[in-house]
């Protein structure tokens, strides 16, 4: 679609793909199974209402912006190949649990009201996009979680998620030891 306005309106059973839409507007005026937004140039999405999965993608979008109204919830976001977008929420704690991003430059979250703009994801000074994936969660105060790492298996946490599972593995190390402390008998080898 180019230069339309126009909403949708369909059935639980239903995913909806917004597909190759260029200065378009779209209204999700129905609860649906999934919301997926590919390949679309300078084009507003607004979910009036949310979706079964709990679930947004965003994929190769340029310029585009997508707006939860209040009291719609999306637990993940997850945005690809994108560039320059914007989602728009009242209360990131609230609408929001996680947004993952690969391949993306200028993500923004716009909290509304005094809290603004939030950039995700700067560009770096090489003009280059991020080549890794990363995810943040919203904090009880609206912000988000500090700049995720990367674990040796490639898979994207939090600093604070890294530290806990850190810690667990060790008392696990730490029990182990123990228990093979209690149960192993060093002594003289038995004679055949």
Not at 96 to 110: A, C, F, P, R
Request: glycine share 6%; net charge negative; hydrophobic share 30%.
């Amino acid at each position: 679609r180019n230069g339309e306005e126009f909403e949708w309106t369909g059935t639980l059973r239903e995913s909806l793909y917004i597909l190759e839409c260029n200065n378009s507007g779209v209204t999700v005026g129905s609860k649906c199974s999934k919301v997926s937004v590919e390949n679309c140039r300078d084009t507003k999405v607004t979910l009036n209402y949310g979706n079964i999965t709990s679930y947004l993608e965003i994929i190769n979008c340029h310029n585009c912006e997508v707006t939860l109204a209040d009291g719609v919830t999306i637990a993940t976001v997850t945005v690809d190949g994108a560039r320059g977008v914007t989602l728009r929420v009242s209360n990131c704690q609230e609408q929001l649990e996680k947004i993952w991003w690969h391949n993306v430059s200028k993500l923004y979250v716009d909290r509304g009201g005094e809290l603004g703009l939030f950039l995700l994801d700067k560009i770096p000074d090489n003009n280059e996009i991020t080549k890794f994936q990363h995810v943040c969660k919203v904090k009880p105060d609206n912000t988000f979680s500090k700049e995720p790492v990367m674990r040796e298996n490639g898979y994207p946490i939090t600093e604070e998620e890294k530290m806990a599972a850190d810690a667990k593995m060790e008392e696990y190390d730490r029990r182990m030891l123990e228990m093979v402390k209690q149960n192993v008998t060093i002594g003289p080898k038995a004679s055949r």
